[in-house]
Nanobody, 126 residues
Framework: AQQLMESGGGSVQAGGSLRLSCAAP????????MGWFRQVPGKEREGVAV???????TYADSMEGRFTISRDNDKNTLYLQMTSLKPEDTAMYYC????????????????????WGRGTQVTVSS
């Protein structure tokens, strides 16, 4: 019932933009650290970015300033704005939250997150 659900994935040409959304319906969503992660077959899950309840953000170095994480607490929604997309960005993208509202964000480390969505596929053509 109270689950995370990603949307907004699809196919885009290199250099294009895409915005992913994650619905987080639980009532205390605004108190949680939230994150975006991605994974391709045969590789480890990679952190993208995290955002804390106070709006502070931390990005993985590999994102090179092209991605922006944000949250709209009034809509119970997490976003990932992606620009200047590259074929290397092709992956399944997941949103996640930490297991308790008093756990603060530390960085985009998947081991810190307990609850996950099912993912949305992003494919960038060369």
């Amino acid at each position: 019932a109270q689950q995370l659900m990603e949307s907004g994935g699809g196919s885009v040409q290199a250099g294009g933009s895409l915005r992913l959304s994650c619905a987080a319906p639980r009532a205390d969503y605004r108190d949680y650290c939230m994150g975006w992660f991605r994974q391709v077959p045969g590789k480890e899950r990679e952190g993208v970015a995290v955002i804390d309840s106070d709006g502070s953000t931390t990005y993985a170095d590999s994102m090179e300033g092209r991605f922006t994480i944000s949250r709209d607490n009034d809509k119970n929604t997490l976003y990932l704005q992606m620009t200047s997309l590259k074929p290397e960005d092709t992956a399944m993208y997941y949103c996640a939250r930490r297991g308790a509202y008093w756990y603060r964000c530390q960085g985009p480390d998947s081991r810190d997150f307990e609850y996950w969505g099912r993912g949305t596929q992003v494919t960038v053509s060369s």
